[in-house]
């Protein structure tokens, strides 16, 4: 199945039409709420189907439906969903991991209604893997037991209908995603604080997390600290050294040093339920004279 092209094709339709071109490629799909993401039919997901005849009775029956899929081996798709949702953007953990190789062989990418973006990639059939979320970092994967909605279908936003969009076409050799390493590099177990090996690979990993802080751009800044003093306290790293760690990093990229406190000790609050000691400037030792390049 030639994803992208199939996506191309549904773009401006109405509803209906679009969801008997899945069902014709051998998509299965699913009715949805009009401007919504809830299933219209009793079992949601479950019922997809790429009987034609059956999508066009759904669709006849309620004009305005959004297209549902569901992911994994059923579509043959999985999906990498990127949210934006308040202060929670996944752009930045996206793009880091897009670095590391783990999610750079898409094969298409969807604007999604709220502004943020869904990245196809094709499902193993040999390896199902489930769906899971990442909340934190603002990244869902959707494989086993998920759906997505799909172009042209639109939903409220903010007051407004907003449309899915084909927005990218990947280079050819689009390859499955390893949804475990993934979920491991944006969500990682805390490292037992026991081990001297285990402890120097927590400070490798503040230093790259800190060195990617650095290249932040403005309006990206205080969402890229509080995600990777998140990282650093689900690592283990004490609330100390994670602000020794990435204040000058923060610094260099010009946030304040109040508020590169604040958003370091709401990370820790968050992820350990504790108040950090750094707690006031003045408590808090210098952050000035590391250099960050």
Same mark, same amino acid.
């Given at each position: 199945?030639?994803?992208?092209?199939? *996506?191309?094709?549904?773009?401006?339709?109405?509803?209906?039409?679009? #969801?008997?071109?899945?069902?014709?490629?051998?998509?299965?799909?699913?009715?949805?709420?009009?401007? =919504?993401?809830?299933?219209?039919?009793?079992?949601?997901?479950?019922?997809?189907?790429?009987?034609?005849?059956?999508?066009?009775?759904?669709?006849?029956?309620?004009?305005?439906?959004?297209?549902?899929?569901?992911? &994994?081996?059923?579509?043959?798709?999985?999906?990498?969903?990127?949210?934006?949702?308040?202060?929670?953007?996944?752009?930045?953990?996206?793009? *880091?991991?897009? $670095?590391?190789?783990?999610?750079?062989?898409?094969?298409?990418?969807?604007?999604?209604?709220?502004?943020?973006?869904? %990245?196809?990639?094709?499902?193993?059939?040999?390896?199902?893997?489930?769906?899971?979320?990442?909340?934190?970092?603002?990244?869902?994967?959707? &494989?086993?037991?998920?759906?997505?909605?799909?172009?042209?279908?639109?939903?409220?936003?903010?007051?407004?209908?907003?449309?899915?969009?084909?927005?990218?076409?990947?280079?050819?050799?689009?390859?499955?995603?390893?949804?475990?390493?993934?979920?491991?590099?944006?969500?990682?177990?805390?490292?037992?604080?026991? @081990?001297? #090996?285990?402890?120097?690979?927590?400070?490798?990993? %503040?230093?790259?997390?800190?060195?990617?802080?650095?290249? $932040?751009?403005?309006?990206? $800044?205080?969402?890229? *600290?509080?995600?990777?003093?998140?990282?650093?306290?689900?690592? &283990?790293?004490?609330?100390?050294?994670? $602000?020794?760690? *990435?204040?000058?990093?923060?610094?260099?990229?010009?946030?304040?040093?109040?508020?590169?406190?604040?958003?370091?000790?709401?990370?820790?609050?968050?992820?350990?339920?504790?108040?950090?000691?750094?707690?006031?400037?003045?408590?808090?030792?210098?952050? =000035?004279?590391?250099?960050? @390049?």
């Amino acid at each position: 199945m030639d994803t992208a092209a199939l *996506l191309a094709s549904v773009m401006g339709l109405p509803p209906g039409e679009g #969801a008997v071109r899945f069902a014709d490629a051998g998509v299965p799909v699913f009715p949805c709420r009009a401007a =919504k993401k809830r299933p219209l039919t009793q079992h949601g997901f479950h019922d997809a189907t790429s009987d034609i005849e059956q999508v066009r009775r759904w669709w006849a029956r309620w004009p305005d439906a959004n297209i549902g899929m569901p992911t &994994g081996s059923r579509s043959g798709l999985e999906v990498v969903d990127i949210d934006v949702h308040g202060r929670v953007r996944g752009f930045g953990p996206f793009e *880091l991991a897009r $670095r590391e190789g783990l999610v750079d062989r898409w094969q298409v990418l969807v604007k999604t209604a709220s502004g943020g973006m869904h %990245a196809y990639y094709p499902a193993d059939p040999q390896r199902p893997q489930p769906s899971w979320q990442a909340a934190r970092c603002g990244i869902d994967f959707r &494989g086993e037991g998920g759906y997505v909605i799909v172009p042209p279908s639109r939903v409220m936003f903010e007051g407004n209908r907003s449309s899915y969009e084909l927005i990218g076409v990947g280079r050819p050799g689009a390859v499955p995603l390893d949804a475990a390493a993934l979920r491991q590099f944006l969500d990682p177990r805390p490292d037992p604080p026991t @081990s001297t #090996a285990n402890s120097a690979q927590r400070d490798v990993d %503040a230093d790259r997390i800190a060195g990617w802080l650095a290249t $932040r751009m403005e309006g990206e $800044r205080n969402r890229a *600290l509080y995600w990777a003093a998140c990282r650093l306290a689900e690592r &283990g790293v004490p609330d100390d050294n994670a $602000r020794a760690v *990435l204040g000058p990093a923060a610094t260099h990229v010009g946030l304040p040093e109040a508020e590169i406190l604040t958003t370091i000790g709401s990370a820790y609050r968050t992820v350990v339920g504790t108040t950090p000691s750094f707690r006031t400037r003045a408590t808090a030792p210098s952050m =000035k004279g590391r250099v960050i @390049s």
